[in-house]
Each structure stands twice: as C-alpha cells, then as structure tokens.
T-cell receptor, first 113, second 114 residues
Framework: GQQLNQSPQSMFIQEGEDVSMNCTSS?????WLWYKQDPGEGPVLLIA?????ELTSNGRLTAQFGITRKDSFLNISASIPSDVGIYFC?????????????FGKGTKLSVKP | DVKVTQSSRYLVKRTGEKVFLECVQD?????MFWYRQDPGLGLRLIYF???????EKGDIPEGYSVSREKKERFSLILESASTNQTSMYLC?????????????FGSGTRLTVV
C-alpha cells in the first residue's frame, strides 16, 4: 500500500532541545494530520492541517502544511521528557472513495533528562 | 470525547488457536479500522468497514477476517494464529468517509502467539 516517507526514523535528544521531523509524499493531499503515540497506548491526534501553507500550533508543537501539498513538518520546541513517543504523520484526500488516511512509519523520539 | 475500547490490553495465545480481538466505539461512527503495528513497519491496515456487515481488505488481510454485526463493534479474527501474527493491534474509528478529524484510536492489544 501507499505510504508516506517520514524522517528521521528516530531521534535521541537532550531535554530542552528543539525537534524537527517531516513527511513527504509523491501525491498531493488535502489534509495532513500529526499523531503522537505514548508508549503502550494508541496514537492521539495532535494537529490537523487543511490548507496549503497553513501553520498551526498546539502549545510547544507547530506543524506546517507544505505549499506543494506533498509535505508537512512538525516542530517541537524546548522538549521535555513527556514528549517521548512515536510521532506519525498522516495524509488524506477527503471525499469520494479516497477518505482513508495514509500513514508515515513514524519518528521515535527519545528525550534524555 | 469519542472512546474506542479494545477488550484486552495483552493476550497470549497458542499457535493454531482461533483468536478474537474486539473493538467497540461509543460515538456512532460509521467507519472502523484494524491496524497492526510492528517496529520499523509503522501502521499497516488489515481490514476496514464503512457500514454494518460491510468489510474491505486493507494492505495485509491474509490470515485475518473481520465481523461487523453492529455499528459500534468491529471484531478482528485470527482464524489460526501463527507466531508471525505476534504484534500490537490497533482499532480505530471515524465519523464518516474522509472525515477531516482523522481517526480515533483505541489503546491497542498486544498479542503474543507462542
């Protein structure tokens, strides 16, 4: 099945550092979503983006919908230990028969206190 | 908030057993999904359903079947469990096809087949 290219695959950072991760696709999307999965839990929606060029924040998290509609970025500022987990991007073209989400393989974030 | 409940957090089953993983959502969502998650492979779609008694194969349906007799419940069935089906299984639901708010996931069932 189709998948997004998400990078990096994993990150090991020091508490307080900023984090950047991104997703790219060969096809365009109308919607980009970012999820976080805490260890042993299911993914939870962090941010949803609906318009090319859109920049949206959720606390220390900021995500952008790429202008080409083929990529998206997630930044975390001043990381803390509870940011540990796996971050997934997901793209979707809503409407018609293409409403399923396409997921990236995830970025595993480890934060050293 | 929508709640997606998976009946078991951890399961250990023997090779060859028939295994049922149950998922219930409480917000009248039309769509339900089953994924498996393995390190380095991300989330892989097994089956999904847009309506009662309706099912569609995802990317990796082999060795699995599903049942959706009621709108709120979507069951994943491993007909004859094998060790390569040891994985984390995630159920998800969404309001309608192409919903702008994505999916709501359950907490997952970690299945070990011995």
């Amino acid at each position: 099945g189709q998948q997004l290219n998400q990078s990096p695959q994993s990150m090991f950072i020091q508490e307080g550092e900023d984090v950047s991760m991104n997703c790219t696709s060969s096809s365009i999307f109308n919607t980009w979503l970012w999820y976080k999965q805490d260890p042993g839990e299911g993914p939870v929606l962090l941010i949803a983006l609906y318009k090319a060029g859109e920049l949206t924040s959720n606390g220390r998290l900021t995500a952008q919908f790429g202008i080409t509609r083929k990529d998206s970025f997630l930044n975390i500022s001043a990381s803390i230990p509870s940011d540990v987990g796996i971050y997934f991007c997901a793209g979707m073209n809503y409407g018609g028969s293409q409403g399923n989400l396409i997921f990236g393989k995830g970025t595993k974030l480890s934060v050293k206190p | 908030d929508v709640k997606v409940t998976q009946s078991s957090r951890y399961l250990v089953k023997r090779t060859g057993e028939k295994v049922f993983l149950e998922c219930v959502q409480d917000m009248d969502h039309e769509n339900m999904f089953w994924y498996r998650q393995d390190p380095g492979l991300g989330l892989r779609l097994i089956y999904f359903s847009y309506d009662v008694k309706m099912k569609e194969k995802g990317d990796i349906p082999e060795g699995y079947s599903v049942s959706r007799e009621k709108k709120e419940r979507f069951s994943l069935i491993l007909e004859s469990a094998s060790t390569n089906q040891t994985s984390m299984y995630l159920c998800a639901s969404s309001l309608s096809q192409g919903t702008l708010r994505g999916y709501t996931f359950g907490s997952g069932t970690r299945l070990t087949v011995v």
